[in-house]
Structures are given as structure tokens and as C-alpha cells.
């Protein structure tokens, strides 16, 4: 007796789920000064700058690295480099 009380509560759970169908939620873009009022509410005003928190960061070149990219390439730094013209070749470049 019980146990078909049981079998039938599970069947209309089972039928009430599949009559109720989700929205599919919209992407909402927010700014973060928006984002943060809604949070606090609306009695704060607030102006953050987020990038006030990040570091600075300075990039080091080592000199040692800078000669061997200078010796590697085998030209002074900012010039151009011409194409070597091969004799006999038939190719013609103007």
C-alpha cells in the first residue's frame, strides 16, 4: 500500500518537471562601476579605478641577449638587408 503511494508521487514529480520549461538566460554585458552599485545599492556612488591595484611591471633586456641577436644576424640593427644575387641564375628582379 504504501509502496504505490510512493510510485505514484514519483510518477507526478516526474510529470510535473517535464511540464515546466527554464527561460534561457540573456548575456547581460555590465560595467564594473555598474556591476558594484549593484551589489552596494544604490545609496553608494561608486568610482573605482580597477587598475589603480595592478602592478607595475618594468621589462629588463639583458645586454648579453642583445649582442646575440646583434651577432646572430650578421647586419648593423636598422638597415636593410639586400638579397644576394647569385650569377648564372635566370630569375630577374627589378
Do not use: Y
Not at 510518477?11 to 556591476?35: C, H, Q, T, W
Not at 551589489?39 to 607595475?56: C, E, F, I, P, Y
Not at 646583434?70 to 644575387?85: A, F, Q, S
Request: glycine fraction near 6%; proline fraction near 4%; hydrophobic fraction near 35%.
Amino acid at each position: 500500500m504504501v509502496l504505490n503511494e510512493v510510485r505514484d508521487l514519483n510518477i507526478k514529480i516526474v510529470d510535473l518537471r517535464g511540464k515546466f520549461k527554464r527561460p534561457r538566460l540573456k548575456k547581460v554585458r555590465m560595467s564594473a562601476d555598474a556591476m558594484l552599485k549593484a551589489l552596494l545599492g544604490s545609496k553608494h556612488t561608486v568610482n573605482m579605478d580597477l587598475r589603480a591595484n595592478l602592478k607595475q611591471v618594468k621589462k629588463e633586456v639583458k645586454e648579453e641577449d642583445k649582442q646575440l641577436r646583434d651577432v646572430g644576424t650578421g647586419h648593423p640593427i636598422g638597415t636593410k638587408r639586400t638579397p644576394k644575387m647569385i650569377p648564372g641564375s635566370s630569375s630577374t628582379t627589378a
